[in-house]
């Protein structure tokens, strides 16, 4: 049976060499389940820069920091986010800690690789003039690039480095792994003063020990004159988790799916009291909580995807999802308070309608409940998107209005969260999973989504709200692959009391081209909430290309004119 998760054997060595202190360290984390799944192996070598006396404090701090903070990062991050937003604390504490001890010197500033092993991926990050090999069938690649700047024939200087300045750039790059393979962090010390034929010939023999690999490396480096620390970590993937998809299968299928549900059945410590909605994919119930003594929604897959592992994979993460965002203008989901038979998923009751049933009841709503509606949608969303999830499906059905005006997103059947989906699975893993209207056109051309696809899809629904129509029309039944070239229809046509300028900002949030919209939801919410002096500047769009349908209309009823008064003055003569 193929192993559930990454094995890997790991070596080092760690010497003072030429040098009267070792100033390098390195070190290694293989963390307990369900870190080890969801966060992964972490190998980190660090080299203390020689000219700040606090070089070795450095090198250890940050090894230390990285494997201590990342394993505490939220496990929905992507392992790019995780490691940078620790590399960058680490960075900011080592430089105003090197500020404070400028007049003694003991600044603090050191060199980092890392290498973080998930899934069947190596995930890189690198500052300074360390470096990574990756040795694959008998061929080493250096996967790192020495941040150096050479001033003369003779010296050069360390151009990156953490705690070297309060702005980090970090070099990030992945890998995909083989069993097999070889990776090898080696500080300057060692890099420079072991030929690659050295190493692959020490790498060779899977019968010496990874130390004792390690150790030689080190060992050839002094030999050779090194005048600097030398450590060695050597990496070799010896398993992947390769899992069936049969396995898979019978790991999501665990619970089955519950029968159909009726009022006054009991459930799991749950009173059904009456259905509230039913679709293709889901079906949603109002229960008692029998423990709790409080009102509850059950959501129960639909019978039609009893055999579809995409789908089920997606409503387990829904509640996955759920249990890690707590925000108030995001639907909570609830740990069941019993022992589950069937699957099925818990959350709050709110007392209201959905936003679809404000804009019916809303034809010529005023722009600050508008505003004040959007804040809150925005406020929900950025809580997911903080959490490295992306919605992928909001639209006016999927947002709840309760009695005092709170709303909230209610759906996350189809959440994508980045932390997972860097996990290898059989499982075939749709993108297009919103409604055609609301969905980013990128999705249709089979690229990944990203925060700019749920600022799309909300530019959407701010336009619906104040005109009632959305920004392109009805896109028909292909979406964008089979409209293609539809233009923006300028939101002044339906609603004349849209400023310009409000305007400008539902156009740029609604652009075809995620490249060309906002990239932070905050953008957005400042040029929909005040002027822009760069839409204030802009003269209209040509009517032609804003809404060529009525241009074309008005046209032909002008031509019609025309032709009727020629009749008329040539039937007088």
């Keep these: 049976m193929p192993p559930k998760n990454i094995v890997l054997t790991v070596g080092s060595c760690s010497e003072r060499g030429a040098k009267a202190e070792n100033q390098d360290f390195c070190g290694w984390l293989v963390p307990h389940e369900p870190l080890l799944t969801t966060k992964g192996i972490a190998v980190l070598l660090a080299d203390g820069v020689s000219g700040c006396d606090a070089g070795a404090e450095a090198s250890e ?85 020495a941040h150096r700047v050479q001033i003369a024939p003779d010296r050069e200087y360390l151009s990156r480095a953490l705690g070297l300045d309060s702005y980090l750039e970090i070099d990030f790059r992945t890998v995909p792994l083989q069993v097999g393979d070889w990776f090898v962090l080696s500080t300057d010390g ?12 020490l790498l060779g023999s899977r019968e010496t020990p990874a130390d004792e690999i390690a150790r030689q490396i080190c060992a050839a480096a002094i030999a050779n004159h ?6 060695c970590v050597v990496v070799r993937v010896d398993a992947l988790p390769l899992q069936e998809a049969d396995e898979v299968f019978r790991e999501l299928t665990a619970l089955p799916f519950p029968p159909e549900l009726e009022p006054g059945m009991r459930m799991d410590g749950y009173t059904i009291q009456q259905a509230l909605h039913a679709s293709s994919t889901s079906q949603l119930y109002l229960a008692w909580d029998e423990q709790d003594g409080r009102r509850v929604v059950i959501k129960t897959p639909s019978v039609n995807y009893e055999d579809d592992p995409a789908y089920i994979e997606r409503f387990h993460h ?50 600050h409940a508008v505003r004040e509606i959007l804040d809150q949608i925005t406020a929900g969303l950025r809580a997911i998107h903080r959490m490295d999830m992306l919605h992928r499906d909001l639209k006016p059905e999927n947002i709840m209005m309760d009695a005092k005006g709170r709303v909230i997103l209610i759906d996350l059947g189809s959440v994508k969260i980045a932390g997972i989906a860097e996990l290898s699975t059989p499982v075939q893993r749709a993108e297009i999973l919103g409604t055609l209207d609301y969905t980013a056109p990128e999705y249709f051309h089979g690229q990944p989504g990203s925060k700019r696809s749920d600022i799309y899809s909300l530019g959407v629904i701010a336009y619906e709200m104040l005109t009632g129509k959305t920004p392109y029309g009805e896109l028909p039944k292909g979406g964008w692959k089979k409209a293609p070239n539809l233009a923006y229809t300028s939101a002044t046509l339906h609603n004349p009391m849209i400023p310009l300028w409000m305007d400008g900002a539902l156009e740029k949030a609604t652009r075809t081209d995620p490249h060309r919209r906002y990239e932070t939801l905050s953008e957005f919410l400042q040029d929909f909430s005040h002027p822009n002096a760069a839409f204030l500047n802009q003269l209209p769009a040509p009517i032609l290309e804003r809404n060529p349908l009525l241009f074309w209309r008005f046209f032909s009823l002008l031509m019609l004119f025309c032709n009727l008064l020629l009749l008329f003055l040539l039937s007088r003569r």
């Excluded at 090194?226 to 450590?231: A, G, K, L």
């Excluded at 699957?343 to 034809?363: A, S």
Aim: net charge neutral; glycine share 6%.
């Design 226 to 231: 090194s005048p600097d620390n030398v450590t």
């Design 61 to 145: 701090y940050c090894v230390k920091g990285f494997i201590n903070d990342y394993f505490s990062t939220p496990d929905s991050w992507s392992v790019r986010l995780a490691g940078q937003k620790v590399l960058a604390a680490l960075n900011n504490w080592l430089f105003g800690e090197g500020q404070k001890r400028a007049l003694s010197r003991r600044g603090l500033v050191t060199t980092l690789s890392a290498v973080v092993f998930k899934s069947t991926t190596a995930h890189l990050f690198h500052v300074g003039d360390s470096r990574v090999s990756w040795v694959r069938q008998g061929r080493l690649e250096i996967l790192t690039r």
């Design 318 to 367: 829904e509640e996955w999802a759920g249990k890690r965002i707590h925000n108030p203008h995001v639907l909570k989901v609830l740990e069941p308070g019993h022992r589950r038979r069937f699957l099925y998923v818990v959350m709050e009751h709110v007392e209201g309608h959905t936003l679809r049933h404000w804009i019916e009841e809303h034809p010529n709503p005023e722009i």
């Design 190 to 201: 060692v890099s420079e003063h072991v030929e690659d034929n050295v190493l692959l010939e």
